[in-house]
Antibody, heavy 120, light 113 residues
Framework: QLQLQASGPGLVKPSETLSLTCTVSGGSISSNSYYWGWIRQPPGKGLEWIGYIYYTGSTYYNPSLKSRVTISVDTSKNQFSLKLSSVTAADTAMYYC????????????WGQGTLVTVSS | DIEMTQSPDSLAVSLGERATINCKSSQSVLYSSNKKNYLAWYQQKPGQPPKLLIY???TRESGVPDRFSGSGSGTDFTLTISSLQAEDVAVYSC?????????FGQGTKLEIK
């Protein structure tokens, strides 16, 4: 059964870069059938799609975050990562990683999520 | 961007009763070439990540109880729970995948009355 687990620092200072990693187990990230994505949820608010990556390294980002976001993949470790630069308090959120089928643009399954707080 | 608006923001329903959650998109998510509505519903229980319930607006994900159903087309969609169970307490969100950026509704919190 495929599982995803996001991990990374829970506290990031304003203006710094948020870095998270999603570890995939129970399946290969190199499958040509899937994309691997990041979605976030600020406290008390709705979900926001950040972007996703294909195992070849092709990326697709939300234009609202594109100037600050980098998603990368490490197939040798079965992991993909998120970097969000120049963070502010507005970037405080639960960050989820999830899988998206190439032919099915919804997200399933989702990882447990990791809470990132931006504060000095 | 396609804006997704859910109503109500919160809902309290008695056990065994019907719960109805609405989702409206700012533009049609019906793809004319295949007649499919590019809309999904998710359930998020407290402390858990979202779980896919329904895709193509009305197709239940494998393992989802048949008391959950999705309907609607174009810009107006509904998630219905025919007979509310205690384990259905959650936040429900719709998502359009018609175009990027993919967008979600703000969520509807469902509680027991």
């Amino acid at each position: 059964q495929l599982q995803l687990q996001a991990s990374g620092p829970g506290l990031v200072k304003p203006s710094e870069t948020l870095s998270l990693t999603c570890t995939v187990s129970g399946g290969s990230i190199s499958s040509n059938s899937y994309y691997w994505g990041w979605i976030r949820q600020p406290p008390g608010k709705g979900l926001e799609w950040i972007g996703y990556i294909y195992y070849t390294g092709s990326t697709y980002y939300n234009p609202s975050l594109k100037s600050r976001v980098t998603i990368s993949v490490d197939t040798s470790k079965n992991q993909f990562s998120l970097k969000l630069s120049s963070v502010t308090a507005a970037d405080t959120a639960m960050y989820y990683c999830a899988r998206r089928e190439a032919a099915a643009p919804w997200f399933d399954p989702w990882g447990q999520g990791t809470l990132v707080t931006v504060s000095s | 961007d396609i804006e997704m608006t859910q109503s109500p923001d919160s809902l309290a329903v008695s056990l065994g009763e019907r719960a109805t959650i609405n989702c409206k998109s700012s533009q049609s998510v019906l793809y004319s070439s295949n007649k499919k509505n590019y809309l999904a519903w998710y359930q998020q229980k407290p402390g858990q990540p979202p779980k896919l319930l329904i895709y193509w607006a009305s197709t239940r994900e494998s393992g989802v109880p048949d008391r959950f159903s999705g309907s609607g087309s174009g810009t107006d969609f509904t998630l219905t729970i025919s007979s509310l169970q205690a384990e259905d307490v959650a936040v429900y969100s719709c998502q359009q995948y018609y175009s990027t950026p993919y967008t979600f509704g703000q969520g509807t919190k469902l509680e027991i009355k």
